[in-house]
């Protein structure tokens, strides 16, 4: 598949984006969070500029611009409100709807906070929690129920969109509320976990694949045997640009080497250190690159007419 530098910058940075957000809430709701606030003063101003919700608002520009960058790669881009319209067949718009629905709740909740209304602040933070987990398992099934691909139809896309995205937003969580003093009994299970997913969806990509020309075709319960003799054209089409994208074995095995080192083990040992800046840039690149291996690694069964 091609890998689009927009949907590369979508998932990486609205995934930190909602991950940070999920951090952010889950630490101040379960005391975790150093900073309280005092509610409404007598100056908006201060009341506006307390850490935990300029941090909240860093959270929210980050999912927002990879929300934005997500449309560059549409044809037209006019035409992405129709993505709204089809809740209950396709997850792209399920995901839509609730990245929408994210703005109103999640202005509601600050509004709580800001009156002092604790009852009200903690069950609308709740229901944050839920609604983050439910969009990123939204994004992760775009891919993952396409059958089309049987490399992102695995069991592991989904828990990893689901843990990539915890870590980069406690990576985030650690860099921009340095008072926090991760714990390394925190960062280090989630990262290790991060990882060991990976592994085994780089695994997994080894495994025998029964996708061929016959079964792309619908014949491979028949008898019949296909062969393609002519592509019918002389040169690339749209199917070939956009689901054909190869790249030689000794790139993508030092991109595999280089994605892990940089997403998950050079942040754990940076964090050791309380480098949390350089542990967030250094995972940030390395997802962008392990997004990059999503893409190129995925293998359209389109390829089969094609002969690749």
Not at 80 to 102: C, G, I, N, P, Y
Not at 249 to 277: D, E, H, Q, S, Y
């Amino acid at each position: 598949m091609h890998p689009a530098l927009s949907v590369l910058f979508f998932t990486v940075t609205s995934g930190m984006g909602f991950g940070l957000l999920f951090c952010l809430l889950f630490a101040y709701h379960y005391g975790v969070f150093p900073l309280p606030l005092n509610g409404l003063s007598d100056n908006v101003w201060s009341s506006l500029t307390q850490p935990y919700l300029i941090d909240i608002a860093i959270a929210t520009g980050l999912f927002t611009l990879g929300l934005i960058s997500s449309s560059f790669h549409l044809a037209n881009p006019k035409n992405a409100w129709r993505s709204f319209t089809r809740f209950r067949s396709s997850w792209l718009s399920r995901e839509a709807v609730f990245a929408v629905l994210m703005y109103p709740v999640l202005a509601i909740y600050i509004g709580a906070l800001l009156f002092e209304m604790t009852l009200a602040a903690n069950l609308i933070g709740l229901a944050l929690l839920v609604l983050l987990l439910v969009l990123v398992y939204c994004t992760a099934m775009i891919y993952a129920s396409l059958k089309t691909i049987p490399q992102w139809h695995n069991r592991y896309v989904s828990a990893g969109f689901l843990i990539f995205s915890l870590i980069s937003g406690l990576m985030a969580y650690a860099a921009i509320v340095p008072e926090a003093q991760l714990n390394s009994l925190i960062y280090l299970p989630v990262l290790g976990t991060g990882l060991v997913i990976k592994l085994l969806y780089f695994h997994s990509l080894g495994e025998p694949q029964i996708s061929n020309i016959n079964t792309a075709t619908g014949f491979g319960a028949s008898q019949a045997s296909i062969t393609l003799f002519d592509t019918g054209h002389s040169s690339r089409n749209f199917s070939q640009r956009e689901f054909i994208y190869i790249v030689g074995p000794k790139t993508t095995n030092l991109a595999r080497k280089v994605c892990l080192i940089a997403a998950f083990v050079l942040p754990a040992a940076l964090l050791t250190m309380n480098w949390t800046w350089a542990a967030l840039a250094s995972h940030y690149l390395g997802m962008l690159l392990e997004r990059w291996l999503f893409f190129v690694e995925a293998k359209h069964v389109i390829r089969h007419y094609y002969s690749t």
